[in-house]
């Protein structure tokens, strides 16, 4: 069945870096646009990052731009989230899934704390 397989969270210092991976199943991945998503408590959950099936077009919330940057390895079915620079904003649960949420399921997601 689909599955989303989401690590590398962790807690952070504003400033520092962290690189999230997403590993897909079940599902024909080199078809679909992925996205990455995060969800901090008390908000609705918000659209960061989307990758074409390629690889060859990115997209960004403005908030991230500049800083974070999504990538993806076909042959892995993985997505991956390189996010720099972070600031405490973006303390977040962060998902991955295909864009628009195709199959209607989430992962486990992966907490990320920016925290001094």
């Known amino acids: 069945q689909v599955q989303f397989v989401e690590s590398g969270g962790g807690l952070v210092q504003p400033g520092g870096s962290l690189r999230l991976s997403c590993a897909a199943s079940g599902f024909t991945f080199n078809i679909y646009f992925m996205s990455w998503y995060r969800q901090a408590p008390g908000k609705e959950r918000e659209l960061v990052a989307t990758i074409s099936s390629t690889g060859g077009s990115t997209n960004y919330v403005d908030s991230v731009k500049g800083r974070f940057t999504i990538s993806r390895d076909n042959a892995k079915n993985t997505v991956y989230l390189q996010m720099n620079s972070l600031k405490p904003d973006d303390t977040a649960m962060y998902y991955c899934?295909?864009?628009?949420?195709?199959?209607?399921?989430w992962g486990q997601g992966t907490q990320v704390t920016v925290s001094s």
């Open positions: 899934n295909t864009q628009r949420d195709v199959f209607g399921l």
